[in-house]
Nanobody, 127 residues
Framework: QAQLVESGGGSVQAGGSLRLSCVVP????????MGWFRQAPGKEREGVAA????????TYADSVKGRFTISKDNAKNMLYLQMNSLKPEDTAMYYC????????????????????RGQGTQVTVSS
């Protein structure tokens, strides 16, 4: 049963903003890589943004650098993705993910399966 629960997706016009939220229980995912990946129909998964829970280091896909910001609130067990200047090519299902750091965090979150990922939230950007 997934313990990661996303919210905040929706439909916006190009140039708009959305903030995704994810409940990440720290007792389960403490000191893990946490982040977001997305998948559009017919396309491969893409790690979008990740944060190393131990160091706080953040990494981003080149396609979202300067537009997306990942952050976490440990007191609230929450992970966020602030998405600004959205483009139609950002349209995808976005998934929250957390797993042990067996590789760089952006790779870790992009490969998350099972209980290490949420059910996803749809983001649609119209031109």
């Amino acid at each position: 049963q997934a313990q990661l629960v996303e919210s905040g997706g929706g439909s916006v016009q190009a140039g708009g903003s959305l903030r995704l939220s994810c409940v990440v229980p720290r007792d389960t995912y403490d000191n893990y890589c946490m982040g977001w990946f997305r998948q559009a129909p017919g396309k491969e998964r893409e790690g979008v943004a990740a944060i190393d829970d131990s160091s706080g280091t953040t990494t981003y896909a080149d396609s979202v650098k300067g537009r997306f910001t990942i952050s976490k609130d440990n007191a609230k067990n929450m992970l966020y993705l602030q998405m600004n200047s959205l483009k139609p090519e950002d349209t995808a299902m976005y998934y929250c993910a957390a797993d042990a750091p067996f590789a760089s965090c952006l790779v870790v979150v992009a490969r998350a399966i099972g209980r290490y990922r949420g059910q996803g939230t749809q983001v649609t950007v119209s031109s």
